[in-house]
């Protein structure tokens, strides 16, 4: 048991919580307002401000994704190669309607998704990727993901090129219906931007796709570049965070994958190209750039998520670790 494990079990006990019980540090942040209250003052940030990473030149912002004016004030000017967004997915996350995961009517999504829509386009490279988690509530007839799935049609300079699916091992369900275990990537294009192939770390044993080259009869494993498996865009081999990894931050619901973003950016970025998300939430992208040698721009609405984003980068540069698994982000409310 590490220092932080401990720290995490006597902070169950001061609680009067079972140590061996798997409790967070932090109760869902977007549940939990007085909570968000508590950590409010020991943000760095407030609304309309930007921090300037003085090590890679990194950039957090609180601020509005709608906002044209704020997009252009953290850009700087400065266009992005890749930028990806996960924004609210209009759905009631837990069957529960919060400020941060809230659902409103479809109109008014849409219309919140056309702007930052926009000013993305406006920020993005001549030649750039965009990709875009985006969900499906299947107790409401599937939207967004059809409605917004239009709706970027009406952006002519972005070229769809494809639909990922991320396959969760977490599901959840019912026993009256199919266990729902997937998570939705759009991805567009802009342009006719590089894209770098890479691997999984699945081994490639898979014998069959036989096929005649120059003659001589090969199967699939004699004919692959790679001891690995390419990935399509179905991924099986990423595991979503949960509270018992240490990329886990505590507090946020349905944070993105580590490994989907380096998958992201190893394909579809050069080294020292500029990487920007509208929606920063945990800090996945801006982690994940910063382990990739990337320059990344982020920002939220919320000041706790950006505080939380700025301390995830400040953790993994001191320690190494990618989150805080049981410890707490916010160790002064402990005090």
Same mark, same amino acid.
């Given at each position: 048991?590490?220092?932080?494990?401990?720290?995490?079990?006597?902070?169950?006990?001061?609680?009067?919580? &079972?140590?061996?019980?798997?409790?967070?540090?932090?109760?869902?942040?977007?549940?939990?307002?007085?909570?968000?209250?508590?950590?409010?003052?020991?943000?760095?940030?407030?609304?309309?401000?930007?921090?300037?990473?003085?090590?890679?030149?990194?950039?957090?912002?609180?601020?509005?994704?709608? @906002?044209?004016?704020?997009?252009?004030?953290?850009?700087?000017?400065?266009?992005?190669?890749?930028?990806?967004?996960?924004?609210? !997915?209009?759905?009631?996350?837990?069957?529960?309607?919060?400020?941060?995961? @809230?659902?409103?009517?479809?109109? &008014?999504?849409?219309?919140? $998704?056309?702007?930052?829509?926009?000013?993305?386009?406006?920020?993005?490279?001549?030649?750039?990727?965009?990709?875009? =988690?985006?969900?499906?509530?299947?107790?409401?007839?599937?939207?967004?993901?059809?409605?917004?799935?239009?709706?970027?049609?009406?952006?002519?300079?972005?070229?769809?090129? $494809?639909?990922?699916?991320?396959?969760?091992?977490?599901?959840?369900?019912?026993?009256?219906? =199919?266990? =729902?275990?997937?998570?939705?990537?759009?991805?567009?294009?802009?342009?006719?931007?590089?894209?770098?192939?890479? !691997?999984?770390?699945?081994?490639?044993?898979?014998?069959?796709? *036989?096929?005649?080259?120059?003659?001589? %009869?090969?199967?699939?494993?004699?004919?692959?570049?790679?001891?690995?498996? %390419?990935?399509?865009?179905? =991924?099986?081999?990423?595991?979503?965070?949960? *509270? %018992?990894?240490?990329?886990?931050?505590?507090?946020?619901?349905?944070?993105?994958?580590?490994?989907?973003?380096?998958?992201?950016?190893?394909?579809?970025?050069?080294?020292? @190209?500029?990487?920007?998300?509208?929606?920063?939430?945990?800090?996945?992208?801006?982690?994940?750039?910063?382990?990739?040698?990337?320059?990344?721009?982020?920002?939220?609405?919320?000041?706790?998520?950006?505080?939380?984003?700025?301390?995830?980068?400040?953790? !993994?540069?001191?320690?190494?670790?990618?989150?805080?698994?049981? $410890?707490?982000?916010?160790?002064?409310?402990?005090?």
């Amino acid at each position: 048991m590490n220092s932080d494990d401990v720290k995490s079990e006597e902070v169950k006990k001061n609680r009067g919580l &079972d140590p061996g019980k798997a409790v967070e540090a932090l109760k869902r942040l977007d549940h939990d307002q007085d909570l968000k209250k508590m950590i409010r003052p020991h943000c760095r940030l407030n609304p309309g401000e930007i921090w300037e990473d003085p090590v890679r030149g990194h950039r957090v912002g609180v601020l509005d994704a709608a @906002s044209l004016e704020d997009v252009e004030r953290i850009m700087g000017g400065k266009k992005a190669e890749l930028l990806i967004h996960d924004p609210p !997915y209009n759905i009631a996350v837990g069957s529960r309607n919060t400020n941060n995961l @809230s659902k409103m009517k479809l109109a &008014d999504y849409l219309a919140f $998704s056309k702007k930052w829509v926009e000013n993305s386009c406006a920020v993005m490279a001549d030649n750039a990727h965009f990709y875009i =988690w985006i969900g499906a509530d299947q107790k409401d007839n599937f939207q967004p993901l059809p409605d917004f799935m239009i709706l970027m049609r009406d952006f002519g300079s972005l070229k769809p090129r $494809s639909l990922i699916t991320l396959r969760n091992q977490r599901g959840y369900g019912t026993q009256k219906n =199919w266990m =729902w275990v997937r998570q939705e990537l759009l991805y567009y294009v802009k342009g006719k931007p590089q894209f770098r192939v890479v !691997y999984t770390d699945i081994p490639k044993v898979l014998k069959g796709y *036989y096929k005649t080259v120059r003659g001589v %009869r090969k199967e699939n494993v004699e004919r692959s570049k790679s001891a690995t498996i %390419r990935p399509g865009n179905v =991924w099986i081999d990423i595991q979503q965070v949960f *509270y %018992r990894m240490e990329e886990n931050v505590p507090g946020c619901y349905a944070q993105k994958p580590i490994k989907a973003l380096e998958r992201i950016i190893g394909a579809s970025s050069r080294e020292e @190209s500029l990487v920007a998300d509208f929606f920063a939430h945990s800090g996945t992208t801006l982690l994940a750039a910063e382990k990739m040698g990337r320059k990344a721009y982020t920002f939220d609405i919320d000041p706790v998520f950006a505080e939380l984003t700025i301390r995830r980068l400040e953790r !993994y540069r001191l320690t190494g670790k990618m989150g805080w698994q049981w $410890s707490n982000p916010f160790p002064e409310l402990e005090l």
